[in-house]
């Protein structure tokens, strides 16, 4: 049988190795749940963001529905471009001084704001004018109903559209960016 004074303070000794190891372990586990959750709440602010700015994108499709043709020929102080603006870069356009006004705010608090291009070369002529180019669509079949435009409906035969090129932008908490473009006409 050994002596049990030189035993004394090794068990002491091993706990806290394993009470070291245990720390480490838990620390490690923390951190990786927590970035974890950083990554999850990342993810679901750049969803609410792209879910904002396509609002944005709704929002400009209501109101080229209400627009004049004479409101469409001219390029607006806010939110309307009449020509397709080459040089148009939506992450260094002047939102606050050409975005649409005023700006939506959602419950998630996205500030939403979109910009409308007629996709015609000439700003602020008619699509008629003498040397303007429009991208636009021809409808060659179609109804003779008399109901008015809307999803589903199919237009006369014959009708010309013009483009139009809508960017949303969506800023929100986190420095949350979202641009979402689309083209409709």
């Known amino acids: 049988m050994k002596n049990p004074r030189k035993q004394q303070g090794v068990v002491l000794f091993i706990s806290l190795i394993v009470l070291i190891a245990m720390s480490l372990a838990g620390v490690a586990l923390w951190r ?23 609002a944005g994108i709704e929002g400009a499709r209501a109101w080229l529905l209400t627009a004049s043709p004479t409101v469409l020929n001219t390029t607006q102080a806010q939110g309307y471009i009449s020509n397709w603006d080459e040089r ?5 356009f002047d939102w606050a001084a050409q975005g649409s006004t005023p700006p939506v705010t959602d419950a998630a608090g996205f500030e939403t704001r979109y910009v409308v291009h007629r996709m015609c070369r000439l700003p602020n002529v008619g699509n008629n004018a003498p040397n303007q180019q429009c991208l636009t669509v021809s409808v060659s079949g179609g109804s003779s109903s008399r109901g008015g435009g809307a999803y589903g409906a199919t237009p006369l035969s014959g009708t010309t559209y013009i483009y139009y090129r809508i960017t949303s932008r969506a800023v929100g908490p986190r420095n949350t960016v979202s641009y979402t473009q689309s083209i409709m006409y």
């Open 32 to 54: 990786s749940i927590g970035t974890g959750v950083l990554i999850a709440g990342n993810i679901a602010m750049q969803r609410g963001a792209v879910t904002s700015s396509d």
């Open 88 to 92: 148009f870069d939506a992450a260094t």
